[in-house]
């Protein structure tokens, strides 16, 4: 909807170049997708994130209020901290302030050459966000005196750039899903193993929330998105000879790093030795589903499955004190079909480590999860139950296996039981039959190819 809005007003005002102006998770790859497709000089310009609010001496982000839900609801801390957690997490204006999905594409547009170098990580209320925004008005003028197009900027290269970007730094996995569709926009191959190659070659070099310490704000101080781009260059796991926004080579921009800050290392002293994005599959998700490994999350949970169609209904079960240890949970018909628009399952999974499973429970869905969740959580699987994908097979009980180094997670069941569960499936009512929602749910692909809605799915 973003990206056709976009195209649709360039087109009608014959636009000869475009700034887009994005603040948040969706608006981001929206603008991207669509300065792809027109090909205008363009620049998309992010906010930037908000700073980050203090409670007990320590920093916290919108994800604490989330956790300190299911910690309210467990019993372990009284509504009064709820409310004071809540009164100071969001203390301005400005995205949500960790590695979560708005800065996470920020980076990833910024390292594909469609946004400017440096700009995204300058905090939303930080003066000197407007002097860099007139130079950006400086810049896109230039552009079209030189006619630099985006797709003149964007290769295969910058793809893995951005990939690798985002794995060093344990971002959302909700880039997969949005790199995927800007690939497809700009006509260049890419497929779900390209993240898992590259992650796996990539040493998670930044601590940013919610797998690390630090925040958005932090990471600006200490150098920024193009110290990340330094230091993976410097470890010969990023092309510097891919283009920046400007049409200069990343190599010619040399991040400028705080002395002593904490929060980036280099790649011979990462934080972990490899990226956070896996790719698994197996008899539940034979077209895929991703996983984000960039904390200290367990690689393989064994546990009966816990079985819900809607996100509201696995909520009120965590809330309810239903989950136990050991478990996993199922959220289904969340796709993009079957949602319809892949919702986000922050609210589970955050009620769900404050409730104190994180390290316990698994849960698995064919929607997607908010940058900020953290655990052991599957996203994105593929084919979604309402396309019939072996997810809506799944009945209360089941065991579900998940081996993440062995990149497997199966439902253990013989493929003749699958067969006959499936034999008479007919998904449930759309929950739309007019409007916008029935026509994005008729057009829309899977998660494998970036839920794209156009008619040619290879473009």
């Not at 400007?246 to 990462?270: F, L």
């Not at 998904?427 to 057009?443: D, E, H, I, S």
Request: charged fraction near 25%.
């Amino acid at each position: 909807m973003i990206a056709d809005s976009i195209e649709l007003v360039c087109r009608g005002h014959l636009f000869d170049a475009v700034v887009c102006l994005v603040g948040c998770d969706k608006t981001i790859p929206g603008a991207a997708m669509a300065v792809l497709r027109l090909d205008l000089p363009a620049l998309v310009l992010y906010g930037g994130s908000i700073m980050p609010g203090r409670f007990e001496g320590r920093d916290v982000t919108i994800v604490d209020v989330f956790e300190a839900v299911g910690a309210h609801t467990a019993g372990k801390i009284p509504l009064q901290t709820l409310h004071a957690i809540e009164d100071v997490a969001c203390p301005g204006a400005g995205a949500c302030g960790g590695q979560f999905t708005a800065n996470t594409m920020a980076m990833a547009v910024e390292l594909l050459g469609l946004g400017p170098v440096g700009y995204g990580s300058i905090p939303a209320t930080d003066p000197r966000k407007d002097d860099a925004t007139r130079e950006m008005g400086k810049l896109v003028v230039d552009l079209l005196k030189r006619d630099v197009r985006p797709r003149s900027i964007v290769t295969r290269a910058s793809f893995d750039n951005s990939i690798a970007g985002v794995a060093a730094t344990g971002g959302s996995t909700n880039a997969v899903l949005h790199l995927l569709s800007l690939a497809r926009e700009a006509g260049i191959p890419l497929q779900l193993e390209d993240f898992d190659r590259v992650s796996a070659r990539t040493p998670l070099i930044a601590s940013l929330k919610p797998g690390g310490e630090f925040t958005a704000v932090d990471l600006h101080r200490a150098g920024g998105v193009p110290l990340v781009a330094q230091r993976l260059i410097e470890a010969n796991r990023f092309d510097g000879d891919a283009f920046t926004a400007d049409g200069t080579p990343w190599r010619a921009h040399e991040g400028r790093e705080t002395p002593n800050q904490p929060v980036v290392r280099t790649a011979a002293n990462p934080f972990k030795a490899t990226g956070g994005l896996c790719i698994l599959r197996g008899s539940l998700a034979p077209g895929g589903a991703v996983v984000k490994m960039a904390g200290h999350e367990r690689p393989r949970h064994r546990g009966p499955a816990r079985v819900f169609d809607r996100e509201e209904d696995a909520f009120a079960a965590v809330r309810d004190g239903q989950i136990k240890a050991g478990d996993v949970v199922v959220i289904r018909y969340e796709g993009p079909r079957g949602g319809p628009g892949m919702r986000e399952m922050l609210g589970v999974t955050a009620a769900l480590v404050g409730q104190g499973l994180g390290e316990s429970v698994a849960l698995v869905t064919d929607g997607r999860f908010s940058g900020a969740t953290r655990g052991l959580m599957l996203g994105h699987v593929s084919p979604e139950a309402a396309a019939g994908g072996p997810i809506a097979a799944v009945r209360e009980g089941d065991t579900i296996s998940i081996d993440v180094d062995a990149r497997k997670v199966d439902l253990e069941i013989t493929a003749r039981q699958l067969q006959e569960r499936m034999r008479d499936f007919k998904p449930p009512a759309p929950r739309y039959r007019t409007g916008v929602f029935a026509k994005y749910a008729a057009l829309v692909s899977s998660a494998e190819e970036g839920a794209i809605t156009s008619p040619n799915k290879e473009q």
